[in-house]
């Protein structure tokens, strides 16, 4: 099925760095969203932008919804060890409820 | 519960076996729908309810897949004479509402299907 490009696919960084992932698609959305899935469990919801441009930010997670509707990134400031997970990107047009989902961006932080 | 509950969490099948995967919504949400996540990728649409009707099944992959909600709230998804190819953990997720515009997906833990 369908799925949004998502890069990278998995990094390692240190505790306290900061910490950038994207996703993009050949199609149009009208609203991108970013998730959080823990080994065991379903995706949790971080951050919904429903506005091409729109920059949002949760705590230390900042995302922006790119202009051309085809791409949105994800930043996380200052990683701690609990930032570990699969990022997920996804995305909907407007109208509709069928989410598309991006491929996934492993996260491992060494402290 | 205050979350969106599945059983059984893992699953251990024989291939040509029947399974059922079961999903409690949030109390209360209209719309249900169900997932399947293959290793190493993002989840994938199979089906939507609302309360009890199922209103897109485009996502299941073959007529051994089969779901319902006779009651509008639990859900349960059926595979019958399971594949190897059917070996994936399928997510459940709730909304209070339509399911769109804004209307937040709540995910459950899934269940994780292996077929051997």
């Known amino acids: 099925g369908q799925q949004l490009n998502q890069s990278p696919q998995s990094m390692f960084i240190q505790e306290g760095e900061d910490v950038s992932m994207n996703c993009t698609s050949s199609s149009i959305f009208n609203t991108w969203l970013w998730y959080k899935q823990d080994p065991g469990e379903g995706p949790v919801l971080l951050i919904a932008?429903?506005?091409?441009?729109e920059l949002t930010s949760n705590g230390r997670l900042t995302a922006q919804f790119g202009i051309t509707r085809k791409d949105s990134f994800l930043n996380i400031s200052a990683s701690i060890p609990s930032d570990v997970g699969i990022y997920f990107c996804?995305?909907?047009?407007?109208?509709?409820?069928?989410?598309?989902f991006g491929t996934g961006t492993r996260l491992k932080v060494l402290a | 519960g205050a979350g969106v509950s599945q059983s059984p969490r893992y699953k251990v099948a024989k291939r040509g076996q029947d399974v059922a995967l079961r999903c409690d919504p949030i109390?209360?949400?209209?719309?249900l729908f169900w997932y399947q996540q293959a290793l190493g990728q993002g989840p994938e649409f199979l089906t939507y309810f609302q309360n009890e009707a199922q209103l897109d099944k485009s996502g299941l992959p073959s007529d051994r897949f089969f779901a319902e909600r006779p009651e509008g709230s639990v859900s349960t998804l059926k595979i019958q004479r399971t594949q190897q190819e059917d070996s994936a953990v399928y997510l459940c997720?709730?909304?209070?509402?339509?399911?769109?515009?804004?209307?937040?997906?709540?995910f459950g833990p899934g269940t994780r299907l292996t077929v051997l």
């Open positions: 109390s209360g949400h209209v719309s």
């Open positions: 932008l429903y506005k091409a441009g």
């Open positions: 996804a995305a909907y047009t407007s109208g509709t409820y069928k989410y598309i």
């Open positions: 997720a709730s909304s209070p509402t339509t399911g769109y515009d804004r209307d937040e997906q709540f």
